[in-house]
Each structure stands twice: as structure tokens, then as C-alpha cells.
């Protein structure tokens, strides 16, 4: 018996310098779609100060702590969770490394290292744990219940049993049944 698997969740954000650019923005989503992560939640929205400054907390007393609190607020970003088996691993591959100059020069084919502009117009950002990844999600998705997720949902994406609406950019649940064979999976 084959021992089930479990998907990942992980939180993915688009930063305001991309979201105005729909080219790079539209690349940015075929990567993410070229790359089999699938978006469970999607919004795009001018995060609050509220908000930013409980996502960065952590950065507090750091010198470029204002600087990314007025960045990240200054216009609409592209908020979404994703999922995978490794979703967190996969995503930050796909990024890069946070520093911009880095990314240019040892990963020049992620995300960072092609649109990334400065440390804090890096392009996107990913979660770096399971752990961040809730705390984020909580911060931007206020009404996502992850254990109604994992009880609910995430079967359907193990299976595969989804429809991508490519202009809502998500993934929703597909119900109806499927006949493999003789199998039906309802």
C-alpha cells in the first residue's frame, strides 16, 4: 500500500513594482503555473500598514524596516497561497535568493534574478517555513481555516480534481465525479 502524501501550503507574494508591470507579471504567473504549484487562495490588494508591519515584524529595528513597510504598501500586490508537495522549497527556488545582486549572478533565471530591482523590490517573496507559512497566510487570508483545508479540500488537489480560471488566476475544486474505469472517486 502506497503511503498518502501531503501537500504544502505556502504564501506567495507579488510586490507592487511587478503587479504594474503585466508582462512581467504575466510571466511570473506562467512560471508558477509551468512549475505545477496550484493557487488555493488568490488576491490582489493594497496591503495595510496594519498588515505590513505584522508580516514584518521581525524586522522591526532593522534600518530598512520603514523603507518596506512604505514599498510594500505603496500599491496593489498579488497575494496568494500555494500549494505542492514541497510548495515552500519549490516556490523559493523559483524566487531566488533574497538579495537582489545575488540572485543576478548565481541564479540569473529566477524571479529575483530577472525582475528583482533592489533588496526591497526583490519581486516576490516565500515563505521560508511551515510554520511562517501559517503565520502569513493568517495575516492575509483572515477567513482561511487550514485545518477545513487539509480536512476538506486538499484531497481534491491530491488528485488533481481542480479547474484553473486563468483571469481569477485559482484553482478551485472540481466535485463532480470522475470515472476511472470502473473506480468512481466522489
Wanted: hydrophobic share 35%; aromatic share 12%.
Amino acid at each position: 500500500m502506497q503511503s498518502q502524501k501531503y501537500l504544502q501550503l505556502t504564501l506567495a507574494i507579488i510586490k507592487p513594482h511587478i503587479v504594474k508591470s503585466p508582462f512581467v507579471l504575466q510571466k511570473i504567473r506562467d512560471l508558477i503555473i509551468d512549475n505545477n504549484l496550484k493557487i488555493v487562495r488568490s488576491r490582489r490588494t493594497i496591503i495595510t500598514q496594519k498588515e505590513a508591519e505584522l508580516f514584518y515584524e521581525e524586522h522591526k529595528e532593522k534600518f530598512f524596516y520603514n523603507r518596506l513597510l512604505t514599498f510594500m504598501c505603496s500599491g496593489p500586490s498579488d497575494i496568494h497561497i500555494l500549494t505542492d508537495y514541497d510548495a515552500i522549497a519549490k516556490w523559493r527556488k523559483l524566487i531566488g535568493p533574497t538579495k537582489v545582486y545575488q540572485a543576478q549572478y548565481t541564479a540569473p533565471d529566477t524571479i529575483r534574478g530577472m525582475f528583482g530591482l533592489s533588496d526591497t523590490r526583490n519581486a516576490a517573496h516565500g515563505s521560508d517555513s511551515v510554520e511562517s507559512a501559517e503565520r502569513e497566510i493568517r495575516i492575509f487570508f483572515k477567513n482561511f481555516d487550514l485545518k477545513k483545508w487539509y480536512d476538506s479540500e486538499e484531497k481534491y488537489y491530491n488528485l488533481g480534481q481542480l479547474h484553473f480560471d486563468p483571469i481569477a488566476f485559482l484553482h478551485s475544486v472540481d466535485k463532480s465525479p470522475i470515472n476511472t474505469n470502473t473506480r468512481q472517486i466522489t
